[in-house]
């Protein structure tokens, strides 16, 4: 699997930005390509359409796997993506376990 979408809170988030890139750069570097909806959805307006387009990633790409990136803050959007993400199979770890393979 080499095919992993970012996944952590960010509307609760302050540092979702700088936890989005450092873990985009770390799990790059280590060979992976990543999906990263704080790049894909820079120009949507609302969570709503973030929200779509996210989900719409999760359920078109086969054999993808899910970095969790490990936070405090809750967040509805991350709680959806977990749900969708396990009901379809996919590989779900932190960034570190991934970093570990």
Same mark, same amino acid.
Request: charge should be positive.
């Given at each position: 699997? +080499? =095919? $992993?979408?970012?996944? &952590?809170?960010?509307?609760? !988030? *302050?540092?979702?930005?700088?936890?989005?890139?450092?873990?985009? +750069? =770390? $799990?790059?570097?280590? &060979?992976?390509?990543?999906? !990263? *909806?704080?790049?894909?959805?820079?120009?949507?307006?609302?969570?709503?359409?973030?929200?779509?387009?996210?989900?719409?990633?999760?359920?078109?790409?086969?054999?993808?796997?899910?970095?969790?990136?490990?936070?405090?803050?809750?967040?509805?959007?991350?709680?959806?993506?977990?749900?969708?993400?396990?009901?379809?199979?996919?590989?779900?770890?932190?960034?570190?376990?991934?970093?570990?393979?």
């Amino acid at each position: 699997m +080499k =095919k $992993l979408y970012l996944c &952590g809170a960010i509307s609760n !988030n *302050p540092n979702y930005r700088k936890d989005f890139e450092t873990a985009h +750069k =770390k $799990l790059q570097k280590a &060979g992976y390509e990543i999906l !990263n *909806p704080v790049e894909f959805c820079k120009e949507l307006k609302t969570w709503e359409d973030c929200m779509r387009r996210c989900l719409f990633t999760l359920i078109t790409h086969k054999d993808l796997g899910i970095a969790k990136i490990e936070t405090p803050y809750k967040s509805k959007g991350t709680d959806l993506e977990m749900q969708v993400a396990k009901a379809l199979g996919q590989k779900i770890k932190s960034v570190d376990e991934w970093l570990g393979e």
